[in-house]
């Protein structure tokens, strides 16, 4: 990763965990091939927060607690606000406890808030990849009953 960790490359990354995280299309141009794509479709949608995670978790950037820095400060104040947000929701709050050993550790936490900021975006964006192809196999399906 290079040390000047952009907005774009954080943006990318998610995208590309996203797009593993999709089912593949289908290799036949067959009415009963798409509509079991569909159902891959909603199926991963289903499990979407579970893929996603073990997918985030996987990664790097997740692993090595010095990539939480720079992954917030590459990204915009909305998504550090939802990361911590989420943090709050996963861990019920930034008090001092035993995770930390009983003293304050900035890096746990930041690594900590910036999982759960790439949660949020490789979420949107596997949301934004299963609509796209769903309306796709949609559109196949349609021209194949026609």
Not at 5 to 26: F, G, H, M
Request: hydrophobic share 40%.
């Amino acid at each position: 990763m290079e040390s000047n960790l952009t907005y774009k490359c954080v943006i990318d990354r998610c995208k590309a965990l996203a797009l593993e995280i999709a089912p593949s299309l289908p290799t036949t141009g067959t009415l009963e091939s798409w509509e079991s794509f569909v159902d891959e479709v909603e199926s991963v949608r289903d499990d979407s927060m579970g893929l996603v995670l073990e997918s985030v978790e996987s990664t790097d950037w997740a692993i090595y607690t010095h990539f939480g820095w720079k992954i917030l400060h590459a990204l915009p104040q909305s998504y550090i606000n939802q990361a911590e947000e989420s943090y709050l929701e996963f861990n019920g709050d930034l008090t001092l406890n035993e995770s930390f050993g009983g003293c304050f550790d900035v890096w746990s936490m930041q690594s900590a808030i910036a999982f759960h900021a790439l949660v949020i975006l490789t979420q949107e964006s596997l949301d934004d990849c299963l609509g796209e192809l769903e309306d796709l196999a949609q559109t196949q399906i349609d021209n194949l009953e026609s």
